[in-house]
């Protein structure tokens, strides 16, 4: 499992969320790391740290 998926408590939601409706591993994997991506994203975009975002 991915670190983010592992450790972070958003991010492992989602990426639960997505086994128990069925998607195959890799595809919820991917989708965190995604969704990821996107939070790291508007995090450099509005100039916030971490805990500011979440």
Known sequence: MHVAAKHNPKIKAYYERLIEKGKPIMVALIAA??????????????????????
């Open 33 to 54: 790391m995604r969704k990821l991506i996107t939070i790291l994203n508007v995090m450099i975009r509005d100039g916030k740290n971490w805990n500011q975002i979440n």
